[in-house]
C-alpha cells in the first residue's frame, strides 16, 4: 500500500535559522515527488517537486528539497525562515504510473519572530 | 498553470439535502480530480473526473453518493448527496496539464458544513 509519512504535527523555528520538514514515503516502484503549500484560508499552492536528476530540487520562496532513496525521504528545507513562512506543508508522492497523488497528513510551521 | 475556480466557496447545508460543487479551469486540461479535506487531516482522494466517460472513484467513495460530471475539457461538478455531518470538510477540485508529469494545481476549495 502507499503511504506518506510527515512525522512531525508541528514544527516551530526561530525566523532567520534554518527550518526542515520531513516526509518519507512507502511507495512501489520509482514515484514523483511533490511539496504543497497551504497559507490560511487559502488554496493549496505547489511549491516544488522533484522527478529525476539532481537530488537537490529548488523551488518557490527558496525552499529546497532533497530527495534521499536510500532513505526514502524528501525533506523540506530552507535556510533561512521568514515568519511569512509560517503555514501548513503537505508532502505527496505519485506512484509510478498513477495520476493521483497521495499526501501526508501536513506539518504546521510556525516561524518565530 | 492553470487558474481553477470553485463554486460556492462555502456553504452550510441541512443533513439530508445535496449540494453541487463546480469547478471551472481557465485551460482545457487532460486530468480533473476532486478530493476531500476533512477538519484538521490531508487530502483524500475522491475520484478522477473523466471527459466523457464515468468517473474513476477510489476505495470508499462511491457514484451514488458523489456523483461526477465532466461534460467537456475545463469543466467538472461533483455533487454530495444525502448529506450528513460526517460529510463536512473542504472539497477540492485540482488539474494536471498534459504533456509530462506536471504538478498538479488546486481549487481555491470548498468548505461544506452539514448540520
Known amino acids: 500500500a502507499q503511504s506518506v509519512a510527515q512525522p512531525e504535527d508541528q514544527v516551530n523555528v526561530a525566523e532567520g535559522n534554518p527550518l526542515t520538514v520531513k516526509c518519507t514515503y512507502s511507495?512501489?516502484?520509482?514515484?514523483?515527488l511533490f511539496w504543497y503549500v497551504q497559507y490560511p484560508n487559502r488554496g493549496l499552492q505547489f511549491l516544488l517537486k522533484?522527478?529525476?536528476?539532481?537530488?537537490l530540487v529548488k523551488g518557490s520562496y527558496g525552499f529546497e528539497a532533497e530527495f534521499n532513496k536510500s532513505q526514502t525521504s524528501f525533506h523540506l528545507k530552507k535556510p533561512s525562515a521568514l515568519v511569512s513562512d509560517s503555514a501548513l506543508y503537505f508532502c505527496?508522492?505519485?506512484?509510478?504510473?498513477?495520476?493521483?497523488?497521495?499526501f501526508g497528513t501536513g506539518t504546521r510551521l510556525t516561524v518565530i519572530p | 498553470s492553470a487558474v481553477i475556480s470553485q463554486k460556492p466557496s462555502r456553504d452550510i447545508c441541512q443533513r439530508g439535502t445535496s449540494l453541487t460543487i463546480q469547478c471551472q479551469v481557465d485551460?482545457?486540461?487532460?486530468?480533473m480530480f476532486w478530493y476531500r479535506q476533512q477538519p484538521g487531516q490531508s487530502l483524500t482522494l475522491i475520484a478522477t473526473?473523466?471527459?466523457?466517460?464515468?468517473?474513476?472513484?477510489e476505495s470508499g467513495f462511491v457514484i451514488d453518493k458523489f456523483p461526477i460530471s465532466r461534460p467537456n475539457l475545463t469543466f467538472s461538478t461533483l455533487t454530495v448527496s444525502n448529506m450528513s455531518p460526517e460529510d463536512s470538510s473542504i472539497y477540492l477540485c485540482?488539474?494536471?496539464?498534459?504533456?509530462?508529469?506536471?504538478?498538479?494545481?488546486f481549487g481555491p476549495g470548498t468548505r461544506l458544513t452539514v448540520l
Open positions: 485540482s488539474v494536471e496539464t498534459s504533456g509530462g508529469v506536471n504538478e498538479q494545481f
Open positions: 511507495v512501489s516502484g520509482n514515484p514523483y
Open positions: 522533484y522527478i529525476t536528476g539532481d537530488n
Open positions: 505527496a508522492v505519485r506512484p509510478t504510473g498513477a495520476n493521483n497523488l497521495f
Open positions: 485551460s482545457q486540461v487532460t486530468m
Open positions: 473526473a473523466n471527459q466523457g466517460s464515468e468517473a474513476t472513484y
